[in-house]
């Protein structure tokens, strides 16, 4: 370009971004192609020719299709002024982004940067909900560490104690130093506290059972009346021992049923002996058959302790009681109530336990499909 704006050459890139072919741009005015006062471009080839560096300005040119072109300018002389030429001025053009262009590509930056952002912060609570579950895991963990350790614990006071009692009676009736009647009384603490072993035993074997998938039901047509009353005498006994009135109300019509006769019987046997053990004396266990619709219902009811509405929940879990330490007024494994769930599901059924709260007696509802 000459000092006074006359155009010599041009390149393709600059026909290509005007529109227009260096034939008809070649010849042409730098005052001809653009939209700037002529003032502004006067003082810029002045500036360009008179600086020994690059200029930088702005220059908004007209395209072929008659739209204006917003240029960066970098100009140069690359021939100084002199009385013989005049000045030959480099001019680099690079085209600048219109207001709408700008702000689509700052609405796509902005669209990006949220992406990112939204990105983190589903990996943030990812990260945090990682976390949590961790913590979990880890206090139930540890929670089934105590668990144990506590069931190990009372187990091993459990078996103890009519180990204890069977052992120091066997010493005493070797001694040979009673008569008939304490004889007789050491014979009976015996078979007892045998019996009370053997149960504990039983309850530990079934629960291995059931954990491992090997608990199975001989299930048949049975009437549910004799085996409620074959629990019932076996612990009137202990309920007579405490003078507790032992209720029932035992509907015929509600049998027969499909079941296993035996585990149906170890089911009402624990939820009695359970009500029998926690109440009082003088209290009241009350046992009801009754059929409805399409399901028979036992309830065991009783006066007794109750339980609390915070362990109300875990009832039915194994290694869980309500006092796990070994001073606890009543034995016992903890382990009845779940042997009980579980096979009052191996039937099919449900059971359900419910009380008002400590010291407000409890009930126990099994149902069976009919």
Known sequence: MAQKGQ?????????????????????????????????????????????????IGALAWTTNNGETCLCRCEGATVRPSSPEFPALILLRLKQRESASTRFILLNKKIDELAKEIRLRQQLEEERAKLLVQEQKARAEAEKMNRLKDEFLSTISHELRTPLNAILGWSGILQSKNLDEAGLNRG??????????????????????????????????????????????????????????????????????????????????????????????????????????????????????????????????????????????????????????RQLVELHGGTVQAESRGEGQGATFTVKLPC
């Open 187 to 340: 014979l009976q603490i015996i078979e007892r506290n045998a019996i009370s072993q053997a149960h504990l035993i039983d309850d530990l074997l079934d629960v291995s059972r059931i954990i491992t998938g090997k608990m199975r039901l001989q299930i048949r047509a049975m009437e549910l009346l004799p085996v409620i009353k074959a629990a019932i005498d076996t612990l009137k006994p202990a309920a007579d021992a405490k003078n507790i009135r032992l209720q029932s109300a035992l509907d015929p019509a509600a049998s027969p049923i499909l079941g296993d006769s035996e585990r149906l019987q170890q089911i009402v046997w624990n939820l009695l002996s359970n009500a029998v053990k926690f109440t009082p004396k003088q209290g009241e266990v009350t046992i009801v058959l009754q059929r409805i619709n399409s399901h028979v219902e036992i309830v065991v009811a009783d006066t007794g302790q109750g339980i609390s509405a915070e362990f109300l929940p875990y009832v039915f879990e194994r290694f869980r009681q309500a006092n796990s330490s070994t001073s606890r007024s009543f034995g016992g494994l903890g382990l009845g109530l779940a042997i009980v």
């Open 7 to 55: 155009i010599l050459a041009v390149n393709p890139s600059f026909s290509k971004l005007l529109g227009l072919s260096p034939q008809i741009v070649q010849g042409k005015t730098l005052f001809e192609l653009v939209t700037n006062p002529p003032h502004q471009v006067k003082q810029y080839l002045r500036n360009c020719s008179s600086s020994g560096e690059m200029v």
